[in-house]
């Protein structure tokens, strides 16, 4: 998942440490490829500074996303939720983390396919499947195994006791998933797709790439059972392949035409654009907080509820989800490009650590979310509902993980 982090080596340039260790790097230019300013510091010293192919603010954002998650699966009344959403909002962290796995696979092998060639490219895409594959199944079995022995409330109904080996043969085949770690055999499923699309973004196919993902995304909308792909996933009820392929295979069409996407954007006019995200963030949060009135009787809706449940529906990728990503991921990166000195000072310790170790993360998420419903219950006076209670656990499970990272605790076991 960390595939970002591979290039560390042959991209940091002398002096980069600091800013890899989540602290803003030197300002060398005006963060738009301008150069730099001197004199006394001037808001516009904020800005990134564009000295290397390696982009923080995409770790910040992977950072960002893997915060939001532990968060959100801990789960409870939290103070951080305006923050991260509390799996509420129209945009969530899973498309995020996603979308960048799929962004950062055409930045790095795009660029590598075009120097070294395809097929090794394509076989390192599938070494990199092999080994997420492994992550997978370990996660699977150890998070789910611990909580059939403790019975945790997040187990399907009629689960099958004791372990069967039909049950185990329909892990190994990635035929059966289940909470928490259903996202990672999505993504397995989708990097090991992902050589095919790399040939056909090699080959010029950009156009094809696009039909094929947006087509199947399209025909998940309307037939939902024929449009199962790969085959039929047992309780994988909120990540359909599908329908979540769209973010992954979006994201690395991006990121293999970056230069020429980042060229026809700069073409627009800079100011008014940024004020028209702005303004469609608004609206969308409008409607998250009256939830969804003014949208009363779309599509023959009885309620602004039901209306945000036909446009914005998580698990199937809804047109209204899809656009609000659009609006909100590029006036995010936005906001660290012009402000990037003020947020990375305040929050790059975190966030960057994390999006460089995003795999570490969500595996000892895992674990942090089980220990706190085996033990939490056991507290005197203890109520996930009780805010500052929550947030505190919250808080602690964040700083453990990040702690763990600075001190590479099982570095050597876990990847990142």
């Not at 796995?101 to 092998?109: A, F």
Request: with cysteine; hydrophobic share 50%.
């Amino acid at each position: 998942m960390q595939l970002q982090r591979q290039a560390t080596a042959a991209l940091r340039p002398a002096g980069e440490t600091a800013g890899l260790q989540g602290t803003a790097p030197p300002v060398q230019g005006d963060g738009t490829g301008g150069p730099a300013r001197t004199g006394r510091a001037r808001p516009l010293s904020w800005r990134y500074a564009l000295h290397d192919k390696r982009d923080l603010r995409l770790d910040f954002l992977r950072g960002y996303c893997a915060f939001a998650m532990v968060v959100d699966h801990l789960g409870g009344a939290s103070y951080f939720y305006p923050l991260t959403g509390g799996n509420q909002f129209f945009v969530s962290a899973a498309e995020g983390f996603i979308f960048l796995s799929g962004l950062l696979v055409g930045l790095i092998y795009g660029p590598r396919a075009r120097r070294d060639g395809l097929v090794p490219v394509q076989l390192h895409l599938l070494r990199r499947t092999a080994t997420l594959y492994s992550v997978t199944l370990g996660l699977t079995f150890t998070f789910i195994g611990l909580s059939r022995l403790t019975n945790m409330p997040w187990l399907p109904q009629g689960e099958p006791e004791p372990l069967t080996p039909g049950l185990v043969v329909s892990l190994i085949t990635l035929h059966r998933t289940y909470y928490l770690v259903d996202v990672m055999l999505l993504y397995t499923l989708l990097l090991a797709i992902s050589p095919l699309a790399m040939l056909l973004l090699h080959a010029g196919k950009t156009s094809l790439v696009v039909l094929l993902c947006g087509g199947l995304w399209l025909a998940h909308q309307w037939f939902p059972q024929e449009a199962s792909v790969p085959w039929p996933i047992a309780n994988n009820t909120t990540f359909p392949v599908a329908a979540w392929q769209l973010w992954f295979f979006g994201g690395m069409v991006v990121g293999f035409h970056r230069d020429v996407i980042w060229q026809r954007i700069g073409r627009l006019h800079r100011w008014p654009s940024l004020a028209l995200l702005t303004l469609a963030a608004a609206t969308l949060v409008y409607l998250r907080y009256t939830n969804g009135e003014p949208l009363a009787g779309i599509g023959g809706t009885a309620n602004g509820t039901a209306a945000l449940d036909l446009l914005f529906e998580k698990h199937d990728a809804r047109v209204g989800r899809v656009v609000a990503f659009a609006i909100f991921f590029p006036l995010l990166y936005s906001l660290l490009s012009y402000a990037w000195r003020p947020i990375a000072g305040l929050l790059g310790w975190l966030c960057i650590p994390f999006g460089q170790n995003a795999l570490y993360v969500y595996a000892l998420h895992l674990f942090a979310i089980y220990l706190s419903a085996l033990f939490l219950p056991l507290v005197p006076g203890f109520d996930r509902g009780i805010a500052w209670m929550n947030t505190l656990v919250q808080v602690v499970a964040t700083l453990v993980i990040w702690l763990m990272i600075k001190r590479q605790v099982l570095f050597e076991v876990v990847p990142r």
